[in-house]
């Protein structure tokens, strides 16, 4: 089992695990005793107690030697047996624009369309008084293949224009009244993309269900708000909220082709409203954009990042769009999806997303690229393959996120090219998603190929972890157990897939924190318990050592600490 590869590839030094004190200058502020503290050091060595000065751990180790460090102003914090770990990194995560849009769109995710209906009808008297109704969160298995339809919307609400994104956020469902006013028909085709707005096979009437940026149509004729025009105060104190009660201390934002969010980010930082947590924002790079040259979108990255770099904000990666998604066969994939000689859609031409790449890792941008299926994973890793034979090896720490369907040929190059595999682990369970509705999309066998966490982790590649909020929850307990059990939370389906695939928990943990630190490049300061370091981390109410993997989702996270201050606390 290489569960420590992290550590041992990748971090140039250890500090020593209790050593005594040299000099007053060691003397704490803050004094945590009476804990079972995983530091997920190296050597996943065990603690009771911790000195910090600073923000930053003095001493990790006994409780006898902890107090040589005490004096009369120190703040002691008895944990009373409790469990503490480092704190989390998530590392694909749209929080910003969740918290602004918490309003705009109500929640309909069931796992029934009778649920659907309900919390639809809910949303509606919500936003009684708007001129759109719209919400997010169905799940695509209620409608198999073919993708839910206007009639069922049109019955709901007759009256006024309305829209819901998927789960997933890359597709929508819309009514007859969007679709009219939007002037979408039988014969509107979205640019070279004749298959993303779905028509009915008979009457060639569209159905309700557009895919990938056909949504826009629809989408950027509602009523949008203006994001610069938030109450700063509000919308981060809501941030900080949300992070810090899931014990998140560190997290990239892959932007949503929004450069506003940037703005707002760098505006409150600069406001001293980000004192909880750090940013790496994803800068987004346009999708053949044939207005501008690469050079040109290159300079244009290189001054967004220039001018909205901070202190609490990094602005040295990028986000690629590679493909789609599965459920709506725009992932691209290597061989047909069922009953199809489609291959779904690479939004880039290899050879040009190879030369995008070359120059973006040439200007030292940490890529973080969306690809879902085999084809557009293999595409990305031969565009670093080729920067890296042209730029030489920048270690720029490029991540994958997603990656749901690696080729099994392709896992090792993630090592080979020091490429993160960022895992989206709440995603992965026994859900009819995977036991009807992709079996019927791409079969059987390569079902059982997604989200190979194991065979990752095996083979020595770098693993990070990113929720995908608000697509999932932030909830990192619901995460970590579903990447243990690859099943759903309380489900009494005992079928598992590929459970061979299944992470144990001291691997998943690294992925939280001293991967996502490796992935953010703070591993010397952040991510691990240990002499030197941040004190970044987290107290909860039970060992997860110590408890039936089916009962993780369970734990109370009680405090988040970070740089040393209290940042949460579970009243």
């Known amino acids: 089992m290489k569960t420590n590869f992290i550590f041992i590839a990748l971090i140039f030094f250890w500090t020593s695990y209790g050593q005594p004190i040299k000099s007053a200058e060691t003397y704490a502020d803050l004094l945590i005793v009476n804990a079972e503290i995983y530091t997920v050091d190296a050597a996943k060595s065990w603690a009771e107690a911790m000195a910090i000065k600073d923000g930053k751990i003095i001493y990790v180790g006994s409780l006898l030697e902890a107090k040589k460090h005490q004096t009369e102003l120190t703040k002691i914090i008895d944990c ?27 929640k309909i995710q069931s796992s029934s369309i009778e649920g659907t209906i309900i919390k639809i009808k809910e949303g509606v008297i919500k936003q009684e008084k708007n001129t759109w109704i719209t919400g997010a969160g169905y799940l695509p298995e209620l409608f198999g293949e073919i993708g839910p339809n206007k009639s069922l919307l049109d019955s709901l609400i007759p009256d006024k224009p309305a829209y819901f994104f998927d789960i997933g956020y890359h597709n929508i ?15 509107t085709i979205y640019k070279d993309h004749a298959d993303w707005i779905v028509k009915d096979k008979i009457t060639g009437d569209p159905t309700g269900w557009l895919k990938e ?20 105060k509000f919308t981060f104190s809501r941030v900080a909220e949300m992070l810090a009660e899931n014990g998140i201390v560190s997290v990239q934002d892959p932007s949503s082709f929004d450069v506003n969010l940037l703005k707002l980010y760098h505006a409150a930082d600069s406001m001293g409203l980000i004192n909880s947590f750090n940013v790496s924002f994803g800068l987004p790079f346009p999708i053949k954009n044939n207005t501008i040259s690469l050079d040109e979108s290159l300079s244009d990255l290189l001054s967004l990042s220039k001018r909205y770099q901070s202190k609490n904000i990094k602005t040295k990666t990028v986000k690629l769009f590679i493909d789609g998604t599965l459920e709506s066969q725009t992932a691209a994939v290597v061989e047909p999806y069922l009953n199809s000689v489609e291959r779904g859609t690479l939004l880039y031409d290899p050879l040009q997303l190879k030369i995008i790449i070359q120059k973006l890792d040439s200007a030292a941008f940490q890529l973080h690229f969306h690809s879902t299926g085999d084809r557009a994973i293999r595409a990305s890793l031969d565009g670093i393959e080729y920067a890296i034979h042209v730029n030489g090896n920048n270690f720029g720490r490029h991540q994958i996120a997603h990656a749901n369907l690696p080729h099994p040929d392709d896992i090792p190059r993630f090592r080979k090219l020091g490429v993160i595999a960022n895992m989206q682990l709440w995603w992965m369970d026994n859900s009819t998603y995977y036991t009807d509705l992709l079996p019927s999309i791409i079969g059987k066998n390569r079902v059982q190929q997604m989200h190979p966490f194991k065979s990752f982790s095996n083979q020595g590649v770098l693993l990070s972890v990113g929720s995908d909020y608000p697509i999932t929850t932030l909830n990192p307990f619901e995460a970590i157990q579903k990447a243990i059990t690859r099943k759903e939370i309380d489900s009494n389906n005992e079928q598992i897939i ?10 998943t943990i690294a992925a939280y924190t001293i991967g996502g630190a490796y992935a953010q490049f703070m591993e010397k300061e952040a991510g691990s318990l240990e002499i030197g370091k941040c004190a970044d981390f987290i107290l909860l109410d039970k060992n997860l050592f110590s408890i039936d993997p089916t009962e993780i989702h369970k734990t109370k996270l009680l405090k988040t600490f970070y740089r040393g201050n209290q940042v949460f606390e579970n009243k």
Not at 85 to 104: F, S, V
Not at 216 to 229: G, S
Request: with cysteine; glycine share 2%; charged share 30%.
């Open 80 to 106: 009373e047996g409790k469990f503490i770990m480092p704190a989390l990194y998530d590392l694909h995560c749209h929080i910003l624009q969740a918290a602004l849009d918490e309003e705009r769109y109500f």
């Open 173 to 187: 469902w819309v009514n007859s009244k969007a679709l009219h006013l939007a002037n979408i028909t039988k014969e």
């Open 213 to 232: 940026e056909a949504r826009e149509l629809v989408t950027h004729i509602a009523p949008r708000p203006n994001y610069l025009e938030a109450d700063m």
């Open 498 to 507: 590929s459970e061979n695939e299944c992470l144990d928990l001291s691997e």
